[in-house]
């Protein structure tokens, strides 16, 4: 696989937007049979952010977008290309094209794409294709999900793990690729691990024509099965970017996985060798946001000052599908 065909790509901006209604622990605890040291204890996480129910995806997404192309130093109109990465748009046909209209970007060609909690960086590799083949030159990716709206709230094996939320980055033209290296992976086998499934009943149409009609059932995991996924295949999926980076272990600065669980993050990072101050993590204020987590966490690191242009990160995704996959990306044009 040629991974450094053509002109390369640098990541200029990045943005984030969450909706401003916590929930936590202890107020779900009134909800459902838990608590807050059972949660805390088990995966990290302290509260989540929820959309009410006027907010929509791209009420999320917009604001997360307009942060991330002022800090790229560019004008709307300037973006050409537009990926948004979710499972969960406010129209089945796609919200990419919403975000479009409201963000003004009238030069940009824009379409949604699924890979789940992978969406992000399914989403990166996706848009650093057109760019490198010379096709588009300034993107803007973004991660946002409302998975709210697909959590079966009595359930508290799903239930204390998601949140709602949107992050952005601008991806443009260099003369010096930035994105170093990349490995996606897919196994449709284990499925079922992870879904939000459609279930229809048959309604009869005329004699023998039929048709299902029904709606998306709640979020279903098998959770240990997950974490053992994500625990093996995860190091391996990083090690395999690192290996088509020309990179290694010592040359990371930052490890940027999806913040789903942090027994995960620290299972992957003890694997890796990589100490506990180089991973980030803010899943205790956000639960899981899907394909934004990873933008989120980002655009906060970047904000905050830990993420200097130059640095070295290894970022991962895993989830439904089951997707996995990892890019090793220097920050900002430095």
């Not at 960086?121 to 588009?136: D, S, W």
């Not at 991660?143 to 094996?157: F, K, Q, T």
């Not at 940027?256 to 980030?280: G, T, Y």
């Amino acid at each position: 696989m040629v991974q450094h065909a053509g002109r390369g790509i640098v990541i200029t901006g990045s943005g984030s937007a969450v909706p401003t209604m916590a929930l936590s622990n202890q107020e779900l605890s009134q909800i459902v049979d838990t608590s807050d040291e059972w949660i805390t204890t088990r995966t990290g996480i302290r509260q989540r952010r929820l959309a009410a129910p006027p907010q929509s995806l791209v009420d999320l997404a917009v604001p997360a977008a307009e942060a991330a192309i002022a800090m790229a130093g560019l004008a709307v109109t300037d973006v050409d290309l537009i990926i948004l990465a979710t499972s969960t748009p406010d129209d089945l046909f796609g919200s990419a094209s919403m975000i479009q209209a409201r963000l003004g970007a009238t030069q940009a060609v824009a379409f949604d794409l699924t890979a789940a909690c992978s969406g992000f960086i399914f989403g990166l590799v996706t848009g650093a294709q057109y760019l490198r083949a010379g096709t588009y030159q300034n993107a803007l990716l973004i991660g946002a999900d409302i998975l709210s709206r697909w959590v079966d709230w009595g359930d508290r094996r799903t239930c204390v793990l998601f949140g709602d939320g949107a992050g952005a980055v601008v991806l443009q033209t260099a003369d010096r690729d930035r994105l170093l290296g990349f490995e996606l992976r897919s196994d449709g086998t284990q499925n079922a691990c992870l879904t939000l499934a459609y279930q229809g009943d048959p309604q009869s149409l005329t004699g023998p024509v039929a048709v299902a009609k029904g709606t998306y059932q709640p979020i279903a995991m098998n959770g240990q099965e997950v974490y053992r996924f994500a625990v093996k295949r995860v190091p391996e999926v990083i090690e395999k970017a690192l290996y088509r980076a020309a990179r290694s272990v010592e040359h990371i600065d930052w490890l940027l996985l999806h913040q789903a669980n942090q027994r995960i993050l620290d299972a992957v990072a003890q694997r890796l060798k990589i100490p506990a101050e180089k991973v980030l993590s803010n899943l205790a204020q956000y639960g899981n946001t899907s394909a934004a987590s990873i933008p989120i966490a980002l655009d906060e690191a970047v904000r905050q000052g830990k993420i200097q242009p130059g640095d070295t990160i290894a970022a991962a995704g895993f989830g439904a599908g089951l997707t996995w996959g990892a890019v090793i990306f220097q920050w900002g044009p430095g």
